[in-house]
């Protein structure tokens, strides 16, 4: 099972930053968090990840709390073609598993 | 920017016979990775391959899966005898020198058995 929890969707106005949260309270001290979206089928397309900094890059920006069990993605102007499932992951950097569970994620949708 | 390429795009096929799946991975990479989408369903990880080996496999990786590194490009996934339940999005995805490097996605291959 996945590792994270997401709500299962999420509204935006045009413009506004969307805040996505995500629970992994189970996280462990050398598991990353990554942030993918899946606009339609497509394949999952990959934002943003961290351990335990805040991130930011040109698409989005990463908040992890200090007890790293929980984060939220921010885009900070949404636009229609922001629309997607956006799903959070939990994965180990050691010698474990690398492969990606993915939970359902959070269904955002950006209104004109 | 480089990126994974997956061919054909949709593929058709009658119960029974055997499909196999292209995957081009972006060219320095190392760790390979197929995944699967039933429609209206989670991705679900199936395989990952590293240094000619399968690394992990998940159940659904059956004996009527397999995969394969034919040449220095290409990754393919072999379906034997493909069921009306392996219709699926398959999705290719690659990661860098590293284990713990991100994994880029293709957009997938659509195999619909009929």
């Known amino acids: 099972d996945a590792k994270t929890t997401q709500p299962p969707s999420m509204d935006c106005a045009e413009g506004r930053a969307a805040n996505l949260p995500c629970n992994h309270s189970?996280?462990?001290?050398?598991?990353?968090v990554y942030w993918y979206r899946q606009i339609h089928s497509q394949g999952p397309q990959y934002i943003i990840h961290?351990?335990?900094n805040n991130e930011t890059n040109e698409m989005a920006s990463l908040i992890i709390t200090e007890d790293r069990k929980s984060s939220t993605l921010i885009l900070p102007h949404a636009t229609l073609r922001d629309t997607a499932v956006y799903y959070c992951?939990?994965?180990?950097?050691?010698?474990?598993?690398?492969?990606?569970?993915f939970g359902t994620g959070t269904r955002l949708k950006v209104l004109a | 920017e480089p990126e994974v390429t997956q061919t054909p795009s949709h593929q058709v096929t009658q119960m029974g016979q055997e499909v196999i799946l292209r995957c081009v991975p972006i060219?320095?990479?190392?760790?390979f990775y197929w995944y699967r989408q039933i429609l209206g369903q989670k991705v679900e990880f199936l395989v990952s391959?590293?240094?000619?080996?399968?690394?992990?496999k998940s159940e659904i990786f059956d004996d009527q899966f397999s995969v394969e590194r034919p040449d220095g490009s290409n990754f393919t996934l072999k379906i034997r005898s493909t069921k009306l339940e392996d219709s699926a999005m398959y999705f290719c995805?690659?990661?860098?020198?590293?284990?713990?490097?991100?994994?880029?996605f293709g957009p997938g291959t659509r195999l619909l058995v009929l």
């Open positions: 189970t996280i462990s001290g050398n598991e990353y």
């Open positions: 961290g351990l335990k």
């Open positions: 391959f590293y240094n000619n080996e399968i690394s992990e």
């Open positions: 992951i939990v994965r180990g950097s050691g010698s474990g598993t690398y492969k990606y569970i």
């Open positions: 995805a690659s990661t860098g020198l590293a284990r713990g490097e991100t994994q880029y």
């Open positions: 060219s320095n990479h190392l760790y």
